[in-house]
Structures are given as C-alpha cells and as structure tokens.
C-alpha cells in the first residue's frame, strides 16, 4: 500500500529559530495537505497544494509541492511557543472516487521560549 | 467562520454495545468522511461520503460500521457492536470543491 514518510520525528527549538520538515511518499500525489494538531483537537489545515512545483505561503508557514509529485515540505519561520503541536502531511491521487487522504506519523515540535 | 461540528465530544460505552457518533459537517460541502486517531498514532481514513452514498471505505470500515446522511445536515458514524480496540478519536471532516478537508474537534470514544 501507499506509504508515506514524514521526518523529522520530532523537534525541540528555540524561539525564534527557523523549522523545516518533510514528506515523501512512495508513490505519486496530486494533492498534498499540511496540518497541525494541537492536544485533543482535530487537525487544522494549513495549507494545500495541488500542482508540481507549487509553492505557498500562510503566514510565517511556507510549503512546496515537490516537483517528483513524491514530496513535499513545509517550512516555519521564526517559531514561536504557539507553534507548538504536532504537524502532520497528508497526500491523495485524486481519482475516479478515489479522495483517501494518506496520512504522515507527524513532526511533534516543541519550542523554548 | 464555518466549521465542523462533533458530538459527544467523549463517549464512553461498554464492550457489545452500539455508538452513533455525531456530525454537522459545514454546510455547502460536499464530501463527507470519518477517520480515527488512537492516542499517539496517525490518522487513519475510515469511509468517504459522497452523493448520499460510500465512496470509498477503508479495511478498518468492516460490517460493524455504518454511515448515515439522514436529513440533508448530519452525517453520523454507527459501530454496531463495539470492541475494545475501538477505542480512538473519532474525527468527522467534510470537503469542499477544492477539496480541501476541515475537522471536526473529534469524538473520544472509550471501550470499556
């Protein structure tokens, strides 16, 4: 089945420094979704992308589609304590009825004022 | 702004019995689902709901799952006979035409 890699595992800054994670996947996505989860919440989307290459911001939040279609990346600017939550990717190949969404382990950031 | 709603948000219920789990998805969605998170671990896809029926259904979506759209509004998940390993966050999302899902804050649900 479909397999998605996210890294790091978790991550532990401090404010005010720059965060980058990443996803890969084992087959290609036209659809790739970033999100945060805060302690029992649901996850929060904070940005989609659908096209190879793309590149979006929200935000102190950047994240680009990658150009293989097999990764992506989100990075954060000058985090701040409220970045705190675990971030996770999440991916489809939109098909036919196909709208599964595949699902990283997550990035748990934790930041030190 | 619009959002998912979920309820209960916890529910607890002995091993055997039957839980209908809540939703309101936002209103001009389209695309309905159900996934679950059991405490520390991933999201995992359960079902997707579209044009008032299943579009799509995980291995984890057996015969004790059913789903239900019954009035234009709510979108409810049933587990007919629970066990024990059921016991996860339940979280409802629904898609709009971009296809980007929402969540609902989720619905706890214990197996005792």
């Known amino acids: 089945g479909q397999q998605l890699n996210q890294s790091p595992q978790s991550m532990f800054i401090q404010e005010g420094e720059d965060v980058s994670m990443n996803c890969t996947s084992s087959s290609i996505f036209n659809t790739w979704l970033w999100y945060k989860q805060d302690p029992g919440e649901g996850p929060v989307l904070l940005i989609a992308l659908y096209k190879a290459g793309e590149l979006t911001s929200n935000g102190r939040l950047t994240a680009q589609f990658g150009i293989t279609r097999k990764d992506s990346f989100l990075n954060i600017s000058a985090s701040i304590p409220s970045d705190v939550g675990i971030y996770f990717c999440a991916g489809r190949w939109n098909a036919g009825n196909n709208r599964k969404l595949i699902w990283g382990l997550g990035t748990s950031l934790a930041v030190n004022p | 702004e619009p959002e998912v709603t979920q309820t209960p948000s916890h529910q607890v219920t002995q091993m055997g019995q039957e839980v209908i789990l809540r939703c309101v998805p936002i209103s001009n969605h389209l695309y309905f689902y159900w996934y679950r998170q059991i405490l520390g671990q991933k999201v995992e896809f359960l079902v997707s709901?579209?044009?008032?029926?299943?579009?799509?259904k995980s291995e984890i979506f057996d015969d004790q799952f059913s789903v239900e759209r019954p009035d234009g509004s709510n979108f409810t998940l049933k587990i007919r006979s629970t066990k024990l390993e059921d016991s996860a966050m339940y979280f409802c999302?629904?898609?709009?035409?971009?296809?980007?899902?929402?969540f609902g804050s989720g619905t706890q649900l214990s197996v005792l």
């Open positions: 709901f579209y044009n008032n029926e299943i579009s799509e």
């Open positions: 999302a629904s898609g709009d035409s971009n296809e980007k899902l929402f």
